[in-house]
């Protein structure tokens, strides 16, 4: 069988799914689509159970957290056909605070693990996954570590000594800090 081209692959995909796929970039030696969530599995499947590109190893599919953004949280899923030595990339994106996309269990089992540690982490839920909870935290979690709505750090804490990193100690004065509130 002949190898196809990444510009061939791309091709189908436009053709198939047309506006569904609002842009693709390239970054290092991957080609990355943004696409509609609506879309999501049927892109999958299709590079899965098409005999020519034979995309059949989901190498990864986890969430990101973009809090500026106008649709902050996104899906990450990338593709690689074993057969051919080519990947891609695929991002959709939605600005809901219970972020919900449809699994991609059906198309790809090993989906499973992955669309848990998204949910333990992320917070994003998959309709049709068989076993949606969580796997690395603590079931009475009520909150999701990976998201990006807390501070990176306690701006009170007086024990750091951070002018080795370029900040004045008056920074991270506990008592400047506190009477500034």
Not at 43 to 49: A, K, N, S
Request: aromatic letters at 16%.
């Amino acid at each position: 069988m002949e190898k196809p081209t990444i510009e061939e692959i791309i091709n189908a995909l436009s053709e198939k799914f047309g506006s569904g796929i609002f842009e693709w970039n390239r970054e290092y030696d991957f080609h990355i689509a943004t696409v509609d969530k609506q879309i999501w599995v049927q892109i999958f499947r299709f590079l899965y159970e098409n005999e020519k590109f034979r995309f059949r190893y989901l190498t990864t599919l986890c969430g990101v957290h973009y809090p500026d953004a106008p649709q902050p949280f996104c899906l990450v899923g990338q593709v690689h056909s074993l057969e051919h030595n080519l990947r891609l990339r695929f991002k959709t994106f939605s600005n809901e605070h219970h972020v919900e996309f449809d699994s991609l269990t059906g198309v790809f089992p090993a989906a499973n693990w992955m669309e848990r540690e998204t949910y333990d982490f992320y917070g994003y839920r998959f309709h049709g996954h068989p076993d949606l909870k969580r796997i690395l935290n603590v079931d009475d979690m009520d909150y999701f570590p990976m998201r990006k709505e807390y501070p990176v750090e306690d701006r009170t804490r007086y024990d750091k000594d951070d002018t080795m990193f370029g900040r004045k100690r008056s920074d991270f004065d506990r008592k400047t800090l506190m009477e500034k509130k």
